[in-house]
């Protein structure tokens, strides 16, 4: 596996090794998971505010056939 070194204040470093410390993982580990974290974070907050734009416009929400679809499937109503 390929590494790098990245530069992080005291801070995160204190915070790094007290998770390290509570969670018994590596701080690389934490590291990693709190990108991926951040990463599907962004991703959600992308596609909402596209949903939102999709809604603000009528023409388009109605031509959105999937999202019929898919409001099938739910079990209220």
């Given at each position: 596996m390929a590494s790098a070194t990245v530069r992080?204040?005291?801070e995160a470093k204190?915070?790094?090794q007290k998770?390290?410390?509570q969670t018994n993982k590596e701080m690389r580990e934490i590291l990693e998971e709190a990108i991926e974290l951040?990463?599907?974070k962004?991703?959600?907050?992308e596609v909402n505010?596209?949903?939102a734009r999709l809604r603000k416009d009528p023409?388009?929400?109605a031509e959105e056939e999937e999202r019929a679809a898919w409001e099938g499937t739910l079990s209220d109503g």
């Open positions: 992080i204040s005291g204190q915070a790094l998770l390290s410390a951040y990463r599907r962004l991703f959600l907050e505010d596209a949903f023409q388009a929400w």
